[in-house]
């Protein structure tokens, strides 16, 4: 089992840039693929980006390519999630889960309980 806590958010200008941290407890962190999503109010969670186990592949959703950066550090349990030209439309609750299976079927079986940002205009 691996519980996951997500840290970093906060309130920034439009432009701005926020670095959201997930510790995960447990010793089987390197096993898991690694997923940030976001919900905004009125809308549906969002899957934003994801990370295989050792770091050497990833996805990002054409809403954040090329300005959100994921990356992990299995010695320190913690997957990360560099957000860069922060825009309004980025504002949402941001959720760090652990998945498992295959890389285009991962199941997301362990979430954190969230990280607010908010992007002001």
């Known amino acids: 089992q691996v519980q996951l806590v997500e840290s970093g958010g906060g309130l920034v200008q439009a432009g701005g840039s926020l670095r959201l941290s997930c510790a995960a407890s447990?010793?089987?962190?390197?096993?898991?693929?690694m997923g940030w999503f976001r919900q905004a109010p009125g809308k549906e969670r969002e899957l934003i980006t994801t990370?295989?186990?050792?770091?050497?592949?990833?996805y990002y959703s054409d809403s954040v390519k090329g300005r959100f950066t994921i990356s992990r550090d299995n010695a320190k349990n913690t997957v990360y999630l560099q957000m860069n030209s922060l825009k309004p439309e980025d504002t949402a609750e941001y959720y760090c889960?652990?998945?498992?299976?295959?890389?285009?079927?991962?199941?997301?079986?362990?979430w954190g309980q969230g990280t607010q940002v908010t992007v002001s205009s």
């Open positions: 889960a652990a998945g498992v299976g295959s890389w285009l079927s991962l199941s997301y079986d362990y």
């Open positions: 447990g010793r089987t962190f390197s096993s898991y693929a």
């Open positions: 990370i295989n186990w050792s770091g050497s592949r990833t």
